[in-house]
């Protein structure tokens, strides 16, 4: 194995083993990354051993941010509700409902999204066995995965639900520092709506609520 493919190797390992523990780190926003040094082990004296059997091992040197988090904005964040903003939002904000499901809808006292969540079991079931009633329960569980807990976010976070949905919750650069400790489940909070809320909808909705 040439100089190459060992480069290549340990990148690969070390993309495997560091890079997940460095994301969490970072999301934290109490440490950054001043420097990582890779080391190899020593070539073994059997000639038949492969370089990819070579003991190889990383340091991470990691310094304090001096981050520290605002008791007041904790209390605020916790206080996000972005399910209770998108319950009261019209069934047309939903993927697939126009004007004749809106209309089909309202006939049935079904005027938002929190209300055709809360359609019970034997509603639905009735529902199913009318024309294009599979249709209708599709559009129920897109109403229900709509509900659920929001992650920790911070007021000041002001991206549409889009924007996070399309970004990388390992890298956190750039995010609020209240919205990072959570990154991962923000981020698949917003692609969970993203399956189910018109894009169009969902661009003017910042993941703070505002």
């Not at 990582?36 to 091992?57: A, N, Y």
């Amino acid at each position: 194995m040439g100089p190459a493919e060992l480069a290549a190797l340990v990148a690969r390992e070390a993309d495997a083993g560091v890079a997940g523990a460095l994301r969490a780190f970072d999301a934290s926003g109490a440490l950054e990354v001043e420097q990582v040094v890779g080391r190899i082990g020593s070539l073994p004296r059997s000639s038949t051993t492969p370089w990819e059997d070579v003991v190889w091992q990383a340091e991470v040197v990691m310094r304090p941010t001096g981050l520290v988090r605002d008791p007041e904005v904790e209390e605020s964040d916790a206080s996000v509700d972005v399910p209770a903003v998108i319950s009261r939002l019209p069934v047309a904000a939903l993927r697939g409902v126009g004007p004749r499901w809106t209309a089909l809808l309202s006939d049935r006292g079904v005027r938002t999204i929190g209300e055709l969540a809360s359609v019970g079991p034997s509603t639905l079931a009735s529902w199913s066995r009318e024309r294009n009633g599979g249709y209708a329960v599709q559009l129920v569980a897109r109403a229900r995965s709509c509900a659920g807990a929001w992650p920790r976010v911070d007021r000041t976070d002001v991206r549409s639900i889009v924007e996070v949905s399309e970004s990388d919750p390992g890298d956190v650069a750039g995010w609020p520092p209240g919205s990072r400790a959570d990154a991962a489940a923000l981020w698949a909070s917003c692609l969970r709506l993203r399956a189910a809320i018109d894009d169009d909808v969902l661009e003017r909705l910042a993941v703070s609520g505002a």
